[in-house]
C-alpha cells in the first residue's frame, strides 16, 4: 500500500487549517496488521511507513509508483523495530531484530520480507527509504551500537538521549540518516531551541507515548507555527523550511530520519526560542 503526499511551500502552508496540515503533513496509521503501508513524500521523495507482520510474513514490493523491478532497485532503507523481536530477510540473510534495533539495506537488495517471532507481540517495523546513486553494503546496527548523545536538562524538562544508528560517521550511504531518541521520565520536550534545515527535510515517528496521552508536534515557519496533535505510533513530515519541535503531555520516544542535499548531524539553522511566533 503506497500513499502519495505532495510538497507544498510555506504560502500555502500558512493558509491551512487543522484539518488541512493533518491531510499533508500527519502519517495517521503507519502500522496496518499483516501489511506494508507507505507514504511516499515528493519533500526530497522520502518513502516513510511501517510494516506489521502478525500472522503473515510480509513481502517488500515496488509498486507501480516507483517504475521499478524491485523496490531498493533505485533506493536505500533504514528499519528500525519498535515492537516485540522479528526478522527481516534480506536476498536470503535473516536479520533478527529485537526492540529498538536497526537494519540498513544498501541499492540493490531485491528480496525483502519481514515477520514476527510471536503473533502475540509483533514486531513493528518502521521503515525510511530514499533514493539512492550507488550501492553500499547493508548493515545491522543493534541498539548497543548505536552512536549515544545524552543532552538536555531536567531542569529544561528535556532530558533525553539520542542514539544515532545511520550516520555517515557509522554507516556510509547515499542520503539517509537515521537515529532514535528517548526521553526521560519527568522530561517532555524536544529540539527546543529549535531550528530548520534547509539543505534536508525530516520526518519524525512518535511512540511509546502512554495511553490517554499525546504530543504536540510544534512545525512551520519559524516566525508563523502551527501544530499538529500526534497519536501513539504516528509520524509526521517536516519540510526542510520548517521547525520540528514537540513536546508530550508525558514523556515519550520519537525516529527522525532525515535526506537531502548533505548528511552532517549540525548543519542547521537554529532560531532562538524567543524569535518563534
Same mark, same amino acid.
Given at each position: 500500500?503506497?500513499?502519495?503526499?505532495?510538497?507544498?511551500?510555506?504560502?500555502?502552508?500558512?493558509?491551512?487549517?487543522?484539518?488541512?496540515?493533518r491531510?499533508?503533513?500527519?502519517?495517521?496509521?503507519?502500522?496496518?496488521t499483516?501489511?506494508?503501508?507507505?507514504?511516499?513524500s515528493h519533500?526530497d521523495?522520502?518513502?516513510?511507513?511501517?510494516?506489521?507482520?502478525?500472522?503473515?510474513?510480509?513481502?517488500?514490493?515496488?509498486?507501480?509508483?516507483?517504475?521499478?523491478?524491485y523496490?531498493?532497485?533505485?533506493?536505500?532503507?533504514?528499519?528500525?523495530?519498535?515492537?516485540?523481536?522479528?526478522?527481516?530477510?534480506?536476498?536470503?540473510?535473516?536479520?533478527?531484530?529485537?526492540?529498538y534495533?536497526?537494519?540498513?539495506?544498501?541499492?540493490?537488495?531485491?528480496?525483502?520480507?519481514?515477520s514476527?517471532?510471536?503473533?502475540?507481540?509483533?514486531?513493528?517495523?518502521?521503515?525510511?527509504?530514499?533514493?539512492?546513486?550507488?550501492? /553500499?553494503?547493508s548493515?545491522? +546496527? *543493534?541498539?548497543?551500537?548505536? %552512536?549515544?548523545?545524552?543532552? !538536555?536538562?531536567?531542569? &529544561?524538562?528535556?532530558?533525553?538521549?539520542?542514539?544515532?544508528?545511520?550516520?555517515?560517521?557509522?554507516?556510509?550511504?547515499?542520503?539517509?540518516?537515521?537515529?532514535?531518541?528517548?526521553?526521560?521520565?519527568?522530561?517532555?520536550?524536544?529540539?527546543?531551541?529549535?531550528?530548520?534545515?534547509?539543505?534536508?527535510?525530516?520526518? /519524525?515517528?512518535?511512540?511509546? +507515548? *502512554?495511553?490517554?496521552?499525546? %504530543?504536540?508536534?510544534?512545525m !512551520?515557519?519559524?516566525? &508563523?507555527?502551527?501544530?499538529?496533535?500526534?497519536?501513539?505510533?504516528?509520524?509526521?513530515?517536516?519540510?526542510?523550511?520548517?521547525?520540528?519541535?514537540?513536546?508530550?503531555?508525558?514523556?515519550?520516544?520519537?525516529?527522525?530520519?532525515?535526506?537531502?542535499?548533505?548528511?552532517?548531524?549540525?548543519?542547521?539553522?537554529?532560531?532562538?526560542?524567543?524569535?518563534?511566533r
Amino acid at each position: 500500500m503506497m500513499n502519495i503526499r505532495y510538497a507544498v511551500s510555506k504560502k500555502e502552508f500558512s493558509r491551512m487549517n487543522t484539518e488541512e496540515l493533518r491531510q499533508n503533513f500527519l502519517i495517521e496509521s503507519p502500522f496496518i496488521t499483516d501489511t506494508i503501508n507507505l507514504t511516499y513524500s515528493h519533500y526530497d521523495r522520502i518513502i516513510a511507513g511501517g510494516a506489521l507482520p502478525v500472522m503473515q510474513k510480509l513481502k517488500l514490493k515496488a509498486g507501480e509508483e516507483l517504475g521499478a523491478e524491485y523496490f531498493l532497485q533505485r533506493r536505500e532503507m533504514g528499519i528500525i523495530n519498535i515492537g516485540g523481536s522479528g526478522v527481516v530477510t534480506a536476498d536470503g540473510t535473516e536479520y533478527k531484530m529485537k526492540k529498538y534495533d536497526c537494519l540498513y539495506l544498501g541499492r540493490g537488495v531485491k528480496d525483502v520480507t519481514f515477520s514476527s517471532d510471536d503473533p502475540e507481540n509483533p514486531a513493528y517495523f518502521y521503515i525510511n527509504s530514499t533514493p539512492a546513486h550507488k550501492e /553500499y553494503p547493508s548493515k545491522f +546496527i *543493534p541498539l548497543e551500537e548505536a %552512536v549515544h548523545l545524552q543532552l !538536555g536538562s531536567q531542569k &529544561e524538562c528535556n532530558r533525553r538521549v539520542i542514539n544515532k544508528y545511520i550516520i555517515p560517521q557509522t554507516v556510509p550511504t547515499c542520503q539517509l540518516t537515521m537515529g532514535l531518541t528517548i526521553l526521560e521520565e519527568g522530561s517532555n520536550w524536544n529540539t527546543m531551541p529549535t531550528h530548520t534545515h534547509e539543505r534536508r527535510m525530516e520526518v /519524525y515517528l512518535y511512540f511509546d +507515548i *502512554p495511553q490517554d496521552n499525546v %504530543v504536540f508536534h510544534m512545525m !512551520g515557519n519559524p516566525t &508563523e507555527t502551527r501544530h499538529i496533535v500526534v497519536q501513539n505510533k504516528q509520524a509526521v513530515i517536516s519540510p526542510s523550511w520548517s521547525i520540528h519541535s514537540g513536546v508530550g503531555t508525558q514523556n515519550y520516544s520519537f525516529i527522525w530520519g532525515m535526506c537531502g542535499e548533505n548528511q552532517e548531524f549540525d548543519d542547521m539553522q537554529g532560531v532562538k526560542t524567543t524569535d518563534l511566533r
